[in-house]
């Protein structure tokens, strides 16, 4: 009698590690999807944080901003607000994250020097450039509390 394996035997073990490995793979690019979408939000929710807290403690004397644009948030300084300034910091979200849409009236966001109070309120939805199914929004009170959800 002799021993070994067949040649379907063997076909069955391969075919499947190939579904093992398949579906592995798929969880993993979607837990790195999902990794990036979180850091992405709270990043823009920290810079619009930031921008109020600097605006509060009349940091230069001056008021700050935000500008929200599809792939980018930009720091800005007031009255202008302008983006092309030199006193403006624009951060680059990461590659896979986008502005998926927002429904505030604008998408500059100033503060009240006293109270903090937002010039807008609203939600600004990020999703996944690959996975637009994935969404996590950035909501911003009229208080000027931004929360991540």
Known sequence: MKKGFTLIELLIVIAIFGVIVGVTISAFWGVLHSQSLTRGVHDVASI????????????????????????????????????????????????????QSFTTSTSTIT??????????????????????TTTQSVTIETSGLVTVD
Do not use: C, K, W
């Not at 792939?71 to 007031?78: E, F, K, P, Q």
């Not at 903090?116 to 996975?131: D, E, I, L, T």
């Open 48 to 99: 619009i944080t930031d921008a109020r807290r600097r605006t509060m403690s009349g940091e230069n004397d001056v008021m700050y901003g935000v500008v929200v644009a599809s792939t980018t948030i930009a720091l800005v300084r007031g009255p202008e607000y302008d983006v092309a300034s030199s006193t403006s910091v624009v951060y680059e979200l990461p590659r896979s994250v986008e502005l």
């Open 111 to 132: 503060f009240d020097s006293l109270t903090g109070h937002a010039s807008v309120s609203g939600q600004f939805v990020y999703a996944h450039a690959q996975s637009t």
